[in-house]
């Protein structure tokens, strides 16, 4: 038995076969709403179908055989409420925010189909340091919900920004199901910067008051062990606090292994299953 919802590129035919329909791929735009939100992010499951059980609901509503499992969506959340630099920030704009080393396509049944890179036209969107990718006119040009680009970059005030009072930033991933939900595999955000300055002056610049960085989260805590990103769980970062040195120049450019910061997150409960996670790293 098969349960699919939310799935706009599937039209069932009678008489078809399941391998057919489950041969239908999702798509990470799908999973976004019109307001930013959850409504129509695609729902899978599937089950057995056995002998009715004496005393079971099935057997109460006169069934011969019933199939009883759980429908979950292939997609997980991130929000985020605030970005805020430490003593050693001086001042800033943001200028962009960018999920990346993120699926963009999954089997109907929440599997990887592959990793290849998106410049190869495979399933994985990933730029690497190419800092010239994060912008809504290139790279992210076919990801609009993937991306919070700033026209008029926000300019920090006391080292911090932050969005309209009770908004987040909100980006809704997909999270592969089995072998693909690694701590490898999770999503990261790119943050971009303009004017970056620092108190000691290692990003100043004469001509602009500062020059762009760059922040890539790619690492998530639950007491202090280092977690996939799993659907149906939406990960709430209540600030993004940095320092100086997690800062580079291009996106990505920090070993995965260096753990840059720790960040209090919390997680809230959405009509999904909510995990409390306490850190995340570079």
Known sequence: MYVIGNVTAVSPVVGGSVSALLATTVEVDDQTDTTGGLTTATLYGEGQIVDVTPGSNGQVAGAEKEAIFSVKPHAARFEISKIAGDATIAS????????????????????????????????????????????????????????????????????????????????????????????????????????????????????????DAYLTISRYFLSSVEQPIEASKIYKIASVAFDKNDLDDVPEEKNQDEDGFTVYVEVEFVDWTAVDLDGVGF
């Open 92 to 211: 800033f704009e943001l200028a962009g925010i960018y999920v990346n080393n993120t699926y963009v396509k999954l089997g109907l049944n929440g599997s990887a189909l592959n990793a290849n890179l998106t410049t190869a036209g495979g399933d994985l969107l990933n730029y690497g340091t190419d800092a010239s990718q994060y912008t809504a006119a290139t790279g992210y040009s076919s990801y609009l919900t993937l991306f919070d680009e700033f026209t008029t970059p926000i300019a920090s005030t006391s080292a911090a920004v932050a969005p309209a009072a009770g908004n987040v930033w909100s980006y809704n991933v997909l999270a592969p199901a089995g072998q693909g939900n690694t701590v490898n595999a999770v999503p990261h955000i790119v943050i971009h910067f303009g004017k970056m300055v620092t108190e000691d002056g290692n990003y100043v610049n004469g001509v602009t008051g500062g020059q």
